[in-house]
T-cell receptor, first 112, second 113 residues
């Protein structure tokens, strides 16, 4: 399975701190995506990084991808209480035309 | 755009009853996915359609589960008969092209007692 595995499973930080979540996967990918899920809601796409990219930014989000290590990280800078959610990585196989396979997520709690 | 619309949002049913979950994908999207989320197993892909045709249903747990997409704007996931272990959140999602960003509905929270 190429399912992504997030690490840590849970993370608790103070408001204003940075939060880093990691994702590892097993097989070659076309792209890797990060999603966020607020309690009781559906998942919302945050950012997509392609296999030929190493880093991508979107607002307070920074995603890195290391295909040699088959890993990715999501950094949220200057965290806010509203960032409290579960964060999932999802991978798309090398062929590109396959559905996303999700990890089990990291539960982030940002304490005000 | 209203996004992916799922119904019902919540359902409580008795074991043995038939359950039908409904989904309206985003207009113009060609691919539709049904996922199931539980604490133990995380988010599992049950089945997905391209252009209304089922492509991969290997994630459907048992013959009790079936899914249809009669047209581009509607899909159903049916469980018959339902069992307590089917209790989960069922998400429908759609995308313009498989492999790119997908858009989730708010989920159908199913409890089978």
């Amino acid at each position: 399975s190429q399912q992504g595995e997030e690490d840590p499973q849970a993370l608790s930080i103070q408001e204003g701190e940075n939060a880093t979540m990691n994702c590892s996967y097993k097989t070659s990918i076309n792209n890797l995506q990060w999603y966020r899920q607020n309690s009781g809601r559906g998942l919302v796409h945050l950012i997509l990084i392609r296999s030929n990219e190493r880093e991508k930014h979107s607002g307070r989000l920074r995603v890195t991808l290391d295909t040699s290590k088959k890993s990715s990280s999501l950094l949220i800078t200057a965290s806010r209480a509203a960032d409290t959610a579960s964060y999932f990585c999802a991978t798309v196989a090398n062929s590109g035309n396959t559905p996303l396979v999700f990890g089990k997520g990291t539960r982030l709690s940002v304490i005000a | 755009d209203a996004g992916v619309i799922q119904s019902p949002r919540h359902e409580v049913t008795e074991m043995g009853q038939e359950v039908t979950l409904r989904c309206k994908p985003i207009s113009g999207h060609n691919s539709l996915f049904w996922y199931r989320q539980t604490m133990m197993r995380g988010l599992e892909l049950l089945i997905y359609f391209n252009n209304n045709v089922p492509i991969d249903d290997s994630g459907m747990p048992e013959d009790r589960f079936s899914a249809k997409m009669p047209n581009a704007s509607f899909s159903t996931l049916k469980i018959q008969p339902s069992e307590p272990r089917d209790s989960a959140v069922y998400f429908c999602a759609s995308t313009l092209t498989t492999g790119n960003t997908i858009y989730f509905g708010e989920g159908s929270w199913l409890t089978v007692v």
